[in-house]
Nanobody
Framework: QVTLVESGGGLVQAGGSLRLSCAAS????????MGWFRQAPGKERQFVAA????????NYADSVKGRFTISRDNSKNTVSLQMNSLKPEDTAVYYC???????????????WGQGTQVTVSS
């Protein structure tokens, strides 16, 4: 069992930045691929970014490429999402997720955090 706890959400003006963090309670963090997803009100949950177990492979949704950066620190059991040049359409609840095996852009992850709200005002 893996517990994931996100932090770092909040309210920011368009063009601003936020850094989300996700702490994992497991001694085998490096065996999990990690992903970030988001869900806006009335919309389906969508893929944002993913990172491989070692951190050497990353993947982004087209809508965030060039603005968001995913990273992980296996020594601290954390994964982060640096979000720059934020837009109102980035407003959503952001979820951290862990998956045994290779990373995926689909929401076929084994463990999910409770989510953190990101609101971008225009």
């Amino acid at each position: 069992q893996v517990t994931l706890v996100e932090s770092g959400g909040g309210l920011v003006q368009a063009g601003g930045s936020l850094r989300l963090s996700c702490a994992a309670s497991t001694h085998t963090f490096s065996t999990y691929s990690m992903g970030w997803f988001r869900q806006a009100p009335g919309k389906e949950r969508q893929f944002v970014a993913a990172i491989s177990r070692s951190g050497n492979i990353v993947n982004y949704a087209d809508s965030v490429k060039g603005r968001f950066t995913i990273s992980r620190d296996n020594s601290k059991n954390t994964v982060s999402l640096q979000m720059n040049s934020l837009k109102p359409e980035d407003t959503a609840v952001y979820y951290c997720a862990a998956r045994g095996g290779f990373m995926s852009t689909q929401d076929t992850y084994d463990y999910w955090g409770q989510g953190t709200q990101v609101t971008v005002s225009s």
